[in-house]
């Protein structure tokens, strides 16, 4: 890691470390850093920890392991990839490998790592050393990869490769003098050794190129038979390993060639600068899981909590807690003036998340000013006892559904420029001058709570928060399923009729176009309700009539007045002109009344309507929407 010169860059540096914690441990358990295979890098490489060579391996041709590509400097260990100046055997480039002295336990192992710009790899690994086994059954190999990309796919400049963390673990039988066929492969396995040979892998995407920014790329080896993966502190995969991972395992980092990634000159990177050309790690951590005999002060918070929330019986809350014995850990809901509702649930001496669900005699009345209460007491008693409290102020409720199930286009109110998703930009979500076009056409399915999976009509992918980030700045795009919070998304709606909507694993940001760019990558930024790049218009995309309902945010929505809202029998409205003409379409455009003025108010009989979402218009100058309950 850099060695700071600024309190800035201090604090900078503390908060990346903070927001890529290891994962939480086991009850009972917590995380020890084991120092002998940890390394910030920036005070040389330390030969304690580390070795510029592999016995036994100087490659894979055509590029030869040379320990003069191996250095630390910068706050880095870089290995870098060259051609060779005097090709010889079949060795015309140079790579680097770096392996730890020290044997690596089940635990945690992560580095930060920008991969090189060339058609080599970036890796970082565990494997054993079988060839100093002593039992027989002990010479097979073992490998677990935690990530393996290339900054250059020559065979497929468009593939995804280099932007995809690539994970694998493989089992593989001992090397043998004489292999039948010529391959290693069919070396058989020792007598009495009855272990699978195999591969099992997992990928993430990264969100960008790998050469473009650091990452930290982390596994948790937690036994012999499972393993998962985190890219930039997140869970990105658990697998189960294709054979008993129970040999002593040591860490390694390589730069290397690929036989199925062949260098093209001119198009593999090696033309390119030095500083291209390396592969940089910033550092590496380990740890171990030891038992937490340290005494617990019980405490209890609730976990991302959603501060707008649907009118609906059920809720359910994650809660954090720290218990010194066994607890009872209760939830009540609240209005502003009176208690709604509570539950409670048993939990064991510890550390954890628990859900809580609270059923409510009946739905809340939409509006503001509730309350959330959480706490912690001993078993059997009351409120009175409780060791720590923590409430959540000011929840809206909202009603039921603010959009019904359908397609709908989803339009910047500020410069009328649609959102889209297609195979020309890698599946990225940009704004694009409106079309009638299936890749500008979101598909809302409503989750309860007012929380949506949007999915693109043209290529089936749904909107996501790359690669799971929650920072300003961080690319929106799509993937191929919804069922992470990344991937879902809460709609709210603004005090002019717009709507916002906030990624559920990043409650306090909102889909931004940044600085208002058109024709531009889309974003999430920190919610903020005066933030005109977050405000969108959302409209049936299907219309009986070929016409757009585009929600009004304009002089007119603070003149026109539309009640109740949500309805059951009647609408009225008010602010309008004689003779304006009144419409109520339904959510695919289809006009189901219609009615002329005869003062500046007028009513809609709206008892016969199914419950749902309509849209009301006044002379095509001013269009809202109304719920029907």
Same mark, same amino acid.
């Given at each position: 890691m850099k060695t700071p010169k600024l309190i800035l860059v201090v604090a900078i540096v503390l908060f990346a470390y903070n927001a890529y914690a290891q994962p939480a441990p086991p009850t009972g358990k917590k995380w020890k850093k084991i120092e002998s295979l940890s390394d910030e890098f920036n005070n040389g490489f330390n030969t304690s920890k580390w070795a510029k060579n592999i016995p036994g391996w100087e490659g894979r041709r055509p590029a030869r392991f040379e320990t003069a590509n191996v250095s630390v400097a910068d706050g880095n260990l870089k290995l870098v990839a060259k051609t060779k100046a005097n090709p010889f055997s079949g060795w015309t480039h140079e790579g680097a490998a770096v392996r730890s002295v020290n044997k690596a336990p089940y635990g945690y192992y992560e580095t930060r790592m920008k991969a090189n710009k060339t058609f080599m790899s970036s890796t970082f690994w565990l494997i054993n050393q079988s060839n100093s086994a002593t039992s027989t059954c002990d010479r097979r190999v073992t490998e677990l990869d935690v990530v393996e990309v290339v900054g250059i796919d020559t065979r497929n400049p468009n593939g995804s490769f280099p932007n995809?963390?690539?994970?694998? &673990?493989?089992?593989?039988?001992?090397?043998?003098?004489? /292999?039948?066929?010529?391959?290693?492969?069919?070396?058989?396995? /020792?007598?009495?050794?009855?272990?699978? %040979?195999?591969?099992?892998?997992?990928?993430?995407?990264?969100?960008?190129?790998?050469?473009?920014?650091?990452?930290?790329?982390?596994?948790?080896?937690?036994?012999?038979?499972?393993?998962?993966?985190?890219?930039?502190?997140?869970?990105?995969?658990?697998?189960?390993? /294709?054979?008993?991972?129970?040999?002593?395992?040591?860490?390694?980092?390589?730069?290397?060639?690929?036989?199925?990634?062949?260098?093209?000159?001119?198009?593999?990177?090696?033309?390119? /600068?030095? &500083?291209?050309?390396?592969?940089?790690?910033?550092?590496? %951590? &380990?740890?171990?899981?030891?038992?937490?005999?340290?005494?617990?002060?019980?405490k209890v918070s609730f976990n991302n909590p959603k501060t707008s929330i649907t009118s609906q019986k059920n809720y359910t809350f994650n809660i954090n807690y720290e218990a010194n014995a066994s607890r009872d850990v209760v939830v009540e809901f609240w209005s502003a003036t009176k208690w709604l509702g509570s539950e409670k649930k048993n939990v064991a001496k510890g550390k954890g998340t628990t859900n809580i669900t609270i059923t409510l005699p009946e739905a809340p009345t939409p509006g503001n000013g509730y309350i959330y209460k959480t706490h912690i007491r001993p078993v059997g008693t009351t409120w009175r006892e409780a060791l720590d409290r923590k409430q959540i102020n000011n929840v809206t409720v909202l009603p039921a559904q603010l959009i019904a199930n359908g397609t709908y286009f989803l339009t910047s109110t500020i410069s009328n420029q649609r959102l889209l998703s297609r195979n020309l930009e890698n599946h990225s979500a940009r704004m694009h001058n409106p079309g009638n076009w299936n890749d500008q056409k979101w598909e809302f399915k409503h989750l309860g709570n007012n929380t949506y999976t949007i999915k693109n009509k043209g290529n089936n992918r749904y909107l996501e928060v790359s690669n799971n980030g929650c920072f300003n700045g961080k690319d929106v795009s799509t993937t191929n399923q919804a069922s992470l919070d990344h991937q879902r998304w809460t709609i709210i709606q603004n005090t002019d009729n717009s709507y916002s909507l906030k990624p559920n694993h990043c409650l306090n940001s909102a889909l931004d176009i940044a600085a208002g760019a058109t024709n531009a990558n889309v974003q999430i930024w920190e919610y903020k309700s005066t933030n005109n790049n977050q405000k969108w218009k959302i409209s049936p995309a299907v219309s009986n009539r070929n016409t757009q309902i585009d929600i009004s945010t304009n002089n007119e929505a603070s003149k026109i007045k539309i009640y109740p809202n949500p309805t059951t029998d009647k609408i009225t409205v008010n602010g309008i002109l004689k003779n304006d003409i009144i419409r109520l379409y339904d959510v695919n455009g289809k006009e189901l009344l219609q009615k002329k003025a005869s003062s500046n108010t007028a009513t809609l009989n709206t008892k016969e309507l199914a419950k749902g979402l309509y849209f009301i218009s006044v002379s095509e100058r001013y269009k809202t929407q109304i719920i029907k309950r």
């Amino acid at each position: 890691m850099k060695t700071p010169k600024l309190i800035l860059v201090v604090a900078i540096v503390l908060f990346a470390y903070n927001a890529y914690a290891q994962p939480a441990p086991p009850t009972g358990k917590k995380w020890k850093k084991i120092e002998s295979l940890s390394d910030e890098f920036n005070n040389g490489f330390n030969t304690s920890k580390w070795a510029k060579n592999i016995p036994g391996w100087e490659g894979r041709r055509p590029a030869r392991f040379e320990t003069a590509n191996v250095s630390v400097a910068d706050g880095n260990l870089k290995l870098v990839a060259k051609t060779k100046a005097n090709p010889f055997s079949g060795w015309t480039h140079e790579g680097a490998a770096v392996r730890s002295v020290n044997k690596a336990p089940y635990g945690y192992y992560e580095t930060r790592m920008k991969a090189n710009k060339t058609f080599m790899s970036s890796t970082f690994w565990l494997i054993n050393q079988s060839n100093s086994a002593t039992s027989t059954c002990d010479r097979r190999v073992t490998e677990l990869d935690v990530v393996e990309v290339v900054g250059i796919d020559t065979r497929n400049p468009n593939g995804s490769f280099p932007n995809t963390m690539n994970s694998n &673990s493989h089992s593989r039988q001992p090397w043998c003098p004489n /292999p039948p066929g010529g391959q290693i492969s069919n070396c058989p396995w /020792p007598a009495g050794c009855n272990y699978t %040979r195999g591969t099992k892998g997992n990928k993430a995407k990264i969100g960008a190129p790998s050469w473009k920014d650091y990452h930290t790329y982390g596994v948790w080896y937690r036994n012999k038979d499972q393993a998962t993966f985190y890219l930039d502190g997140k869970d990105v995969g658990t697998i189960n390993l /294709p054979s008993d991972f129970n040999l002593n395992m040591f860490l390694r980092f390589v730069v290397e060639t690929y036989d199925w990634n062949p260098a093209k000159s001119g198009n593999d990177g090696m033309n390119r /600068p030095l &500083s291209e050309r390396t592969t940089y790690y910033d550092w590496v %951590r &380990s740890y171990e899981l030891v038992d937490d005999n340290s005494p617990i002060t019980d405490k209890v918070s609730f976990n991302n909590p959603k501060t707008s929330i649907t009118s609906q019986k059920n809720y359910t809350f994650n809660i954090n807690y720290e218990a010194n014995a066994s607890r009872d850990v209760v939830v009540e809901f609240w209005s502003a003036t009176k208690w709604l509702g509570s539950e409670k649930k048993n939990v064991a001496k510890g550390k954890g998340t628990t859900n809580i669900t609270i059923t409510l005699p009946e739905a809340p009345t939409p509006g503001n000013g509730y309350i959330y209460k959480t706490h912690i007491r001993p078993v059997g008693t009351t409120w009175r006892e409780a060791l720590d409290r923590k409430q959540i102020n000011n929840v809206t409720v909202l009603p039921a559904q603010l959009i019904a199930n359908g397609t709908y286009f989803l339009t910047s109110t500020i410069s009328n420029q649609r959102l889209l998703s297609r195979n020309l930009e890698n599946h990225s979500a940009r704004m694009h001058n409106p079309g009638n076009w299936n890749d500008q056409k979101w598909e809302f399915k409503h989750l309860g709570n007012n929380t949506y999976t949007i999915k693109n009509k043209g290529n089936n992918r749904y909107l996501e928060v790359s690669n799971n980030g929650c920072f300003n700045g961080k690319d929106v795009s799509t993937t191929n399923q919804a069922s992470l919070d990344h991937q879902r998304w809460t709609i709210i709606q603004n005090t002019d009729n717009s709507y916002s909507l906030k990624p559920n694993h990043c409650l306090n940001s909102a889909l931004d176009i940044a600085a208002g760019a058109t024709n531009a990558n889309v974003q999430i930024w920190e919610y903020k309700s005066t933030n005109n790049n977050q405000k969108w218009k959302i409209s049936p995309a299907v219309s009986n009539r070929n016409t757009q309902i585009d929600i009004s945010t304009n002089n007119e929505a603070s003149k026109i007045k539309i009640y109740p809202n949500p309805t059951t029998d009647k609408i009225t409205v008010n602010g309008i002109l004689k003779n304006d003409i009144i419409r109520l379409y339904d959510v695919n455009g289809k006009e189901l009344l219609q009615k002329k003025a005869s003062s500046n108010t007028a009513t809609l009989n709206t008892k016969e309507l199914a419950k749902g979402l309509y849209f009301i218009s006044v002379s095509e100058r001013y269009k809202t929407q109304i719920i029907k309950r």
